[in-house]
């Protein structure tokens, strides 16, 4: 694919490994010429309707340029292809979906279209997140169900790390390996050298090995760089979980990033996957939810999941802050006055019953800060993710209260960088304590390449409560839907359950 840059190879397709001495041919390419243009087509077609804005353009014709040569099509249909993925078609995708359905191949096991795209789409060692997406549409098209596509990513993923093993063990491939680490040696230490002041005694090997990395793409280049690992397996492995293989966890705060003093992503699962969950927290209490990983016991979004722990203490003394609000109000009088007052839709502070008022001190300055503190973790996400330290992988977001605040300005700061597509697959933020005009969310289309789900209650007292002394006017997502016209944007209404 020609959207990101590397020197690896293509990977023979997972379900069917080549014999050794007869090379097999990608699935796609065994389809007759009529059903591989009708493949390229839907591509075009679909990626011009999930992506239309102006921005996403050299993406779409990139996209499809590359699987035009991976299918081995003429170069004709090129401006033809460029056409349907510019929103220029003049059929829908379900007329191509229809052809493609008809192949003798495609007929039984239409799982093997899927297969093919993924494997296109991982050749180079970066899976964009738009590229899962547009994977995703066509599980839906062929009636895949979800399941399978994450089977074959993790089929995928352990066929890379077979190959790697098996060519790691080569005596050939290590014979060759000692020979360039000899070669190279004497010019990497010269790199180093004049790069570090003469200083390379006594750096400690976690500093040493991105000082290696960056003397050898001074010396070789990029992509003599990248060349260095022969197999395209340990190539495209390098690129995708990133050059420590360490995935977030590998992550810490070297020193104090601005007001932030605390920022860890922990494990939530043990597995390793082709796209990453990042859950955030969004206050913490004591008993079940002290610990940042308690909420998220059930989510099961991916094989790899972590959750952001980011400036515990102050989290702590917002919960035990609600904690005292609650415990506050454990009058029914009080209760069914103040649900009242909430659900008639006033949100003057006189309305609010005066034994509410009489403890609002108690929540206003842990809320305060960590509504500052929120927004400085959230922007400081974004860089993180911005420089790839979880590697070249689609990373799904998912917050509450606060943990939704952090991503709402994650995806804020995110969108003023140029290289910030492609990065981020769905955002899911619960119960946010954000601004829900349309207009401030409408940066995110170029950020996020599927969807944005706001998750919103009408009835949450506590979330209208800290929001009192504000402008009447004010919109906030977590009590209403954002009515952002485009199809990334879900609203879900938990009114049901959170009320």
Not at 124 to 129: E, H, I, L, R
Not at 208 to 218: K, M, R
Not at 393 to 420: H, N, W
Not at 476 to 495: K, T
Request: net charge negative.
């Amino acid at each position: 694919m020609a959207t990101c840059n590397s020197s690896s190879e293509g990977l023979p397709p997972v379900a069917e490994p080549a014999v050794e001495g007869e090379p097999h041919l990608p699935v796609g390419r065994e389809l007759a010429e009529a059903n591989r243009f009708a493949y390229a087509a839907l591509c075009g077609i679909s990626l011009s309707q999930l992506f239309p804005e102006p921005e996403q353009s050299s993406f779409c014709t990139e996209f499809v340029a590359g699987l035009v040569k991976w299918l081995e099509l003429p170069g004709a249909v090129l401006p033809t292809m460029t056409a349907f993925a510019n929103g220029l078609a003049g059929e829908g995708a379900d007329v191509f979906a229809a052809i493609l359905l008809k192949d003798p191949i495609l007929k039984d096991d239409p799982l093997v279209i899927i297969q093919d795209l993924l494997s296109f789409s991982l050749q180079d060692g970066c899976y964009d997140a738009r590229a899962r997406v547009l994977i995703c549409h066509m599980t839906s098209l062929f009636r895949v169900p979800v399941r399978e596509l994450d089977l074959l990513e993790e089929t995928f993923l352990e066929s890379l790390k077979e190959t790697k093993e098996e060519e790691s063990e080569m005596a050939e491939a290590s014979r060759k390996k000692k020979e360039n680490r000899r070669k190279w040696k004497r010019y990497l230490l010269i790199g180093l050298a004049t790069v570090g002041g003469g200083t390379v005694i006594g750096v400690t090997g976690g500093l040493a090995a991105p000082l290696v990395a960056a003397g050898a793409a001074t010396i070789i280049g990029s992509a003599g760089a990248a060349a260095l690992g022969s197999v395209a397996g340990i190539a495209v492995l390098t690129s995708l979980f990133g050059a420590a293989g360490a995935g977030l966890t590998g992550y810490k705060m070297k020193k104090r990033v601005g007001a932030i003093e605390e920022f860890t992503f922990l494990p939530l699962t043990e597995g390793r996957q082709l796209h990453i969950t990042i859950a955030i927290t969004g206050w913490l209490a004591s008993g079940k939810y002290r610990t940042f990983s308690a909420p998220w016991a059930a989510l099961a979004r991916s094989r790899e999941q972590y959750c952001l722990a980011w400036e515990a203490k102050y989290l702590m003394e917002l919960g035990n802050a609600l904690e005292t609000i609650l415990s506050g109000l454990a009058n029914m009088v009080a209760q069914e006055a103040l649900k009242y007052t909430v659900l008639s839709g006033i949100v003057a502070a006189l309305t609010w019953p005066a034994s509410l008022l009489t403890v609002a001190n108690v929540i206003d300055n842990p809320w305060g800060v960590c509504l500052h503190r929120s927004a400085e973790v959230g922007k400081h996400l974004a860089h993180i993710l911005l420089s790839r330290q979880q590697g070249r992988r689609p990373v799904t977001l998912i917050g509450f209260s606060l943990g939704a605040r952090v991503i709402y300005f994650c995806l804020q700061e995110m969108a003023q960088e140029k290289d910030c597509q492609g990065i981020i697959e769905d955002v899911v933020l619960l119960g946010a304590p954000v601004e829900g005009e349309a207009k401030h969310w409408e940066p995110f289309r170029k950020v996020v390449s599927g969807r944005i789900i706001n998750g919103y209650c009408r009835g949450d007292w506590l979330l209208s409560f800290v929001y009192r002394t504000s402008s009447v006017q004010l919109r906030v997502a977590g009590l209403q839907p954002v009515l952002l016209q485009d199809r990334r944007v879900e609203n879900v209404d938990l009114s049901s359950v959170g009320s």
